[in-house]
Nanobody, 123 residues
Framework: QVQLVESGGGLVQAGASLRLSCAASGGTFSSYVMAWFRQAPGKEREFVARITGSGASTDYADSVKDRFTISRDNTKNMVFLQMNSLKPEDTAVYYC????????????????WGQGTQVTVSS
């Protein structure tokens, strides 16, 4: 089993930046694809970003491309999401996920999940 704990969320104004962190324990961290998803009130959980085990490849949702950056530090068993130029529509609970698959659909279905961290962006 893998346990994930997110942190770094907060209340910020539009245009501000936040860096989310996800600490993992259990399993072999470098063997997992790591991803960030988010869920806004009344909406379905949506994909935000993913990164391969080595960190060599990344992918982003169009809505956050060029604003968010996912990274990982396998020596610390951590994954990060740097969020710049935040918009009110970025407001959501952000979840860290660990999966043995790089497919977004498989990550959404079968990954381990953290408890989430709230990001609120005011206009």
């Amino acid at each position: 089993q893998v346990q994930l704990v997110e942190s770094g969320g907060g209340l910020v104004q539009a245009g501000a930046s936040l860096r989310l962190s996800c600490a993992a324990s259990g399993g072999t961290f470098s063997s997992y694809v790591m991803a960030w998803f988010r869920q806004a009130p009344g909406k379905e959980r949506e994909f935000v970003a993913r990164i391969t085990g080595s960190g060599a490849s990344t992918d982003y949702a169009d809505s956050v491309k060029d604003r968010f950056t996912i990274s990982r530090d396998n020596t610390k068993n951590m994954v990060f999401l740097q969020m710049n130029s935040l918009k009110p529509e970025d407001t959501a609970v952000y979840y860290c996920a660990a999966s043995r698959s790089y497919l977004i659909s498989a990550i959404a279905r079968t990954s381990y999940w953290g408890q989430g961290t709230q990001v609120t962006v005011s206009s």
